[in-house]
């Protein structure tokens, strides 16, 4: 019988190459399932990993995948900080919903003056937006110890419902004879997130999704708060001793989660999305958690996973534009991969012993 | 950094330039909203573009996008099948109207032709079935069949097409029992299974024995007859398999000749941007077989109903008519007229709750 030991600490060779493996493992797997539905595997996982990056159409692709991986690589960097602390906020997709509230009110409250200092305070007010939605968890975790995962867990279906109630009512385009929606954002320049470079994709959320990473990493590693977070994660009890508050612990993770899943709200709202609209969100702050995983929840790490998590929206759309795929197996495709991801991670924590020969 | 802006620009317009050109099959592209095994909206739009294959044969090739969310979204699915040379592309739900209008403007050549919306541009038509007919007759029926004067309402969003579907079904409703009364739920989906359930349960609990649906799946089909003694109507498709009980009628959208109609036009190069709404007269709102669970003579009035739309002689919106809070909207025989109809977003007087705003 194979045994399986657990290391006294986990394999750095391992935690960096099981993702690697895990795509692999994901290919053959989803190459199956795309033979069983009649379609040629190599075709379908050259059209989903190959076509967006260097295909005929790449060209759209590459942004279009910025554009994807932006706010998922925003969202994530700011969840990992909690998830390493072990405060789990799985609410980032509330409070991306009520950062895009508040950063499109403010814009709309100025319609239609023009003015550059419009757009910074859209920026300010998503973030405080996400950061107040994300105290609430917060403030009753320290307060009266509820459970983080819960509180902003629930709280995203009441972001859900504020936000169907603004779009149709206080953020109502008046000029769209009764049809439930804001202004669209992008026809109002003050208030438009745009491209940075134009036809790259490059809008200015993607770029705070790269200083976000910067930051974190400098954070992590090089500040006595990375340093809190990190002992808090891994021995909560050395933490205690070590000086660490964990009150403050849990409102500085919330909080800057809150506040980075805010800001990526709006700027999807004032960019590739444009408008307040009742199913606004589509799941981005649920992704960047899979996406926070994906990259061991080290900045460099998500950068890369959340680039990789787009390429699969991306080419799995394209999949299914081209081909015909379902849409359901794309899913199912992308399910793999995070599968195969949890189950490889027992190689890093863990490993095989084959029974040694001739011993009684 | 500006030469390879300039790049992109140039991959661009060559992609564009690219997908213009012409070639010996026409593309046809279908964005769908929900699965296409929904049995409802997006399972009759595909009927639609089976149709279109059907008919042409070989001079056309159909491509289509399932569950494509509304936003951002559905803003690369259109592009991306505007440069894979799709020449006309059908955009199936109203939440596709901006997107629809974005894309379009950077690709002159292709033309869109967008469901349930109401902007329009030179390369952009709008399209639409007045399901009101349809919910007309379903009234009349819900009204005569009812016992405990309670219908339920599933409603997906507060958007005119479908409080344009309550007013009329109501107004139906009442004009065959004084006593009926409507409570909309408002589900904020076209498609979830789930919560369409869970609505259509929270209606039959609260006593409703109608339930008529603005949602796509057949999940209240299904929780209707669990509780059995509730009667439905097939949404979008016949939904046929829950026939004769629960589902006694159906509103069927047809878009298959529209459609084909629309792609003739494009291989002509006669097609121009122009606003489509017909009803159960053309043939795009068909109602599905009323069953034997129906009374014969509520069937044949039902049916009178739906000939007397179809042959023009009745407007389901006919004076008198006041609005939710009482003040006058249609006089004594006076037709309401296709504008307000298409930004309808008040109730007609004796109906309760509020739309949400």
């Known amino acids: 019988m194979i045994r399986l030991e657990k290391r006294p600490t986990p394999s750095r060779f391992w935690t960096w190459s099981t993702p690697v493996l895990a795509v692999l493992l994901t290919m053959i797997a989803g190459g199956l399932m795309f033979a069983a539905l009649g379609k040629n595997p190599f075709i379908a996982i050259k059209t989903i990993f190959y076509d967006p990056i260097l295909g005929e159409f790449a060209f759209y692709y590459r942004g279009q995948l910025l554009v994807k991986a932006g706010p998922l690589i925003l969202i994530a960097v700011g969840l990992a900080m909690g998830f390493r602390a072990g405060i789990w906020n799985i609410g980032a997709e509330g409070q991306y919903i009520i950062g895009a509230i508040c950063g499109a009110a403010v814009g709309l409250a100025f319609y239609p003056a023009e003015s550059w200092i419009i757009f910074p305070l859209m920026i300010v007010a998503g973030a405080l937006g996400g950061l107040l939605w994300a105290m609430i968890p917060a403030i009753l975790k320290v307060r009266f110890k509820t459970n983080e995962i819960l509180v902003s867990l629930l709280l995203v279906y009441v972001a859900e419902q504020l936000l169907a109630a603004m779009a149709l009512g206080p953020l109502r385009n008046p000029e769209a004879s009764g049809f439930p929606g804001s202004r669209n954002l992008q026809q109002y320049p003050s208030a438009a997130n745009t491209e940075i470079i134009p036809g790259t994709g490059m809008h200015w959320g993607v770029a705070?999704?790269?200083?976000?990473?910067?930051?974190?990493?400098?954070?992590?590693?090089?500040?006595?708060?990375?340093?809190?977070?990190?002992?808090?994660?891994?021995?909560?009890?050395?933490?205690?001793?070590?000086?660490?508050?964990?009150?403050?612990?849990?409102?500085?993770?919330?909080?800057?989660?809150?506040?980075?899943?805010?800001?990526?709200?709006?700027?999807?709202?004032?960019?590739?999305?444009?408008?307040?609209?009742?199913?606004?969100?589509?799941?981005?702050?649920?992704?960047?958690?899979i996406v926070a995983f994906l990259g061991r929840l080290h900045p460099i790490g998500i950068l890369m996973a959340g680039l990789l998590m787009a390429l699969t929206y991306i080419g799995g759309e394209a999949a299914q534009a081209t081909m015909q795929i379902p849409a359901a197996a794309i899913q199912a495709f992308q399910g793999m991969l995070l599968f195969f991801l949890l189950g490889l991670d027992v190689l890093s924590n863990y490993r095989f012993r084959l029974p040694r020969e001739g011993v009684a | 950094m500006n030469i390879k802006a300039l790049l992109a620009g140039t991959a661009l317009a060559l992609g564009l330039a690219g997908a213009a050109v012409a070639q010996d099959k026409t593309k046809v592209g279908f964005i769908f909203v929900g699965p296409i095994g929904d049995g409802g909206w997006t399972y009759e739009h595909n009927e639609g573009r089976l149709a279109v294959e059907e008919h042409f044969g070989d001079a056309v090739e159909t491509v289509y996008q399932e569950s494509v969310p509304e936003g951002a979204d559905a803003e690369r699915a259109m592009t991306q099948m505007a440069?894979?040379?799709?020449?006309?592309?059908?955009?199936?739900?109203?939440?596709?109207?901006?997107?629809?209008?974005?894309?379009?403007?950077?690709?002159?050549?292709?033309?869109?032709?967008?469901?349930?919306?109401?902007?329009?541009?030179?390369?952009?038509?709008?399209?639409?079935?007045?399901?009101?007919?349809?919910?007309?007759?379903?009234?009349?029926?819900?009204?005569?069949?009812?016992?405990?004067?309670?219908?339920?309402?599933?409603?997906?969003?507060?958007?005119?097409?479908?409080?344009?579907?309550?007013?009329?079904?109501?107004?139906?409703?009442?004009?065959?029992?004084?006593?009926?009364?409507?409570?909309?739920?408002?589900?904020?989906?076209?498609?979830?299974?789930?919560?369409?359930?869970?609505?259509?349960?929270?209606?039959?609990?609260?006593?409703?024995?109608?339930?008529?649906?603005?949602?796509?799946?057949?999940?209240?089909?299904?929780a209707a007859q669990e509780a059995g003694d509730v009667i439905t109507f097939g949404q979008a498709s016949d939904m046929a398999e829950y026939a004769p009980m629960p589902r006694v009628s159906s509103i069927i959208d047809n878009w298959a000749p529209y459609y084909i109609d629309r792609v003739q036009a494009v291989i002509d190069g006669t097609w121009e941007s122009m606003d489509t709404w017909d009803g159960i007269g053309p043939g795009m709102v068909e109602i599905g077989e009323i069953t034997d669970a129906v009374p014969a003579e509520v069937k044949a009035e039902a049916e009178a109903l739906r000939d007397a739309i179809a042959a023009g002689e009745y407007h389901p919106f006919t004076g008198p008519l006041n609005k939710q809070d009482g003040s006058a909207w249609l006089a004594e025989g006076e037709v309401a007229d296709d504008g307000t109809l298409a930004g309808m977003n008040f109730y007609v007087e004796g109906l309760t709750g509020e739309i949400p705003q």
């Not at chain 1, 009150?247 to 989660?257: D, K, W, Y």
């Not at chain 2, 902007?119 to 709008?126: E, G, H, L, M, P």
Request: aromatic share 12%.
């Open chain 1, 208 to 289: 705070a999704a790269l200083i976000a990473v910067v930051f974190a990493y400098v954070l992590l590693s090089r500040h006595l708060t990375g340093f809190h977070i990190r002992l808090a994660g891994q021995s909560p009890r050395a933490a205690r001793f070590g000086g660490v508050n964990p009150t403050a612990l849990v409102v500085f993770c919330m909080g800057v989660s809150g506040a980075l899943a805010g800001m990526a709200g709006m700027f999807e709202v004032s960019g590739p999305a444009g408008q307040i609209s009742i199913d606004f969100n589509s799941g981005y702050g649920f992704t960047a958690i």
């Open chain 2, 83 to 222: 440069l894979g040379g799709a020449d006309i592309i059908f955009t199936t739900s109203f939440g596709y109207m901006d997107p629809t209008i974005n894309v379009a403007a950077k690709f002159p050549d292709v033309k869109f032709e967008h469901a349930t919306g109401f902007k329009r541009a030179d390369n952009v038509s709008t399209y639409s079935a007045r399901f009101y007919e349809g919910r007309a007759v379903q009234g009349h029926i819900a009204g005569k069949m009812t016992k405990t004067n309670k219908i339920g309402y599933i409603g997906s969003y507060p958007i005119p097409e479908v409080i344009r579907g309550i007013n009329s079904a109501y107004i139906h409703a009442k004009k065959v029992n004084p006593d009926v009364e409507f409570s909309v739920i408002w589900a904020y989906t076209w498609f979830d299974p789930a919560k369409e359930a869970d609505a259509a349960k929270a209606l039959i609990e609260q006593g409703a024995d109608v339930i008529l649906q603005h949602t796509d799946s057949t999940a209240p089909q299904a």
